[in-house]
């Protein structure tokens, strides 16, 4: 199990019930937390795109999704250059529009990440007395050799916090325009 020690109740029952991944010894583990000021709507209208990852992933640049969106789906993505990848195929494992849950498992492609399979859960929040949502991401990899664990949790982790502060400008950008009204606690 992750170490969730230092997070709110919340985060820690979120964790907890949506993100539990069987470790074995050749892999490491991690998770992010990103809250968003944009409501949970916004937010999943980007995160449930299985088809469409570009609009908020900056390393993807082109994604094919071969029939219709469902469990089990194929999609080949196309990363930019600059990452050590050029390809990669990746399958629907959940797709769950009631409880905001996402998740991709690694089925091919050329990079590194072999084994790979996150969850991305969304969860709605008051930030700042409006509307807002904490999206959790975690994953499970396997390490690669002549790698360590920490060097591929930090690589793993550096490409999904880009990944999160991409999916935070987005959605926020769009909330401004929607303008949101601010929530009155009675």
């Known amino acids: 199990m992750m170490n969730i020690k230092g997070f709110g109740?919340?985060?820690?029952?979120?964790?907890?019930k949506h993100h539990t991944h069987e470790i074995?010894?050749?892999?490491?583990?991690?998770?992010?937390?990103?809250?968003?000021?944009a409501p949970v709507r916004l937010v999943w209208s980007h995160v449930r795109r299985f088809d469409q990852p570009q609009k908020y992933k900056p390393f993807v640049s082109r994604c094919i999704v071969q029939g219709n969106l469902e469990i089990g789906s194929l999609r080949e993505v196309d990363v930019k250059s600059g990452l050590p990848a050029t390809t990669s195929t990746e399958r629907l494992e959940l797709l769950d529009d009631n409880e905001h849950i996402l998740s991709v498992r690694i089925v091919g492609g050329d990079h590194r990440l072999r084994n790979y399979s996150s969850?991305?859960?969304?969860?709605?929040?008051?930030?700042?007395?409006r509307p807002g949502t904490v999206v959790i991401e975690s994953f499970v990899v396997d390490?690669?050799?002549?790698?360590?664990?920490?060097?591929?949790?930090?690589?793993?982790?550096?490409?999904?916090?880009?990944?999160?502060?991409?999916?935070?400008d987005v959605s926020e950008r769009l909330a401004v325009q929607d303008r949101t009204e601010p929530i009155h606690r009675t």
């Open 119 to 129: 969850i991305v859960s969304v969860h709605p929040e008051v930030i700042d007395g």
């Open 143 to 168: 390490v690669p050799e002549g790698n360590t664990k920490d060097e591929t949790c930090y690589f793993v982790e550096a490409l999904i916090r880009c990944n999160l502060k991409s999916l935070a």
């Open 24 to 37: 074995k010894d050749n892999q490491c583990s991690s998770f992010l937390i990103k809250r968003i000021k």
């Open 9 to 16: 109740a919340a985060e820690r029952e979120y964790i907890r």
